[in-house]
């Protein structure tokens, strides 16, 4: 993937001299800091959510890999019905990611 973001991983922390409020931090090989102010009553929850989006879209861009491969080969006639909802759980995958690089599915 061409990265369009902060390259992960990206830490939740508290925000220097403002209690309550978090941050999350993006260090690009382990140097640059590029901070995200988070605000508000689930701060914690939306920032802890934000940090964890690089290893999820990358454990997601693998899985859809994965799936595709030993998957789609098979064809419809393996188990239908199996086959229908790896197909559609496929394509949620593959929306998810296109969602999060930018890309609009029509």
Do not use: C
């Amino acid at each position: 993937m061409n990265a369009k973001h902060t390259p992960g991983p990206w830490i939740v922390e508290p925000m220097p001299g403002l209690s309550g409020l978090v941050r999350v931090v993006g260090r690009a090989n382990n140097a640059a800091q590029t901070p995200l102010e988070v605000a508000g009553n689930l701060s914690a929850g939306n920032a802890n959510l934000i940090g964890a989006a690089p290893e999820m879209y990358e454990a997601l861009e693998q899985d859809a890999a994965l799936i595709a491969a030993e998957w789609m080969g098979l064809g419809p006639d393996a188990n239908s019905d199996s086959f229908w909802l790896v197909q559609d759980a496929l394509g949620r995958i593959r929306a998810a990611t296109a969602k999060a690089r930018g890309e609009v599915i029509s």
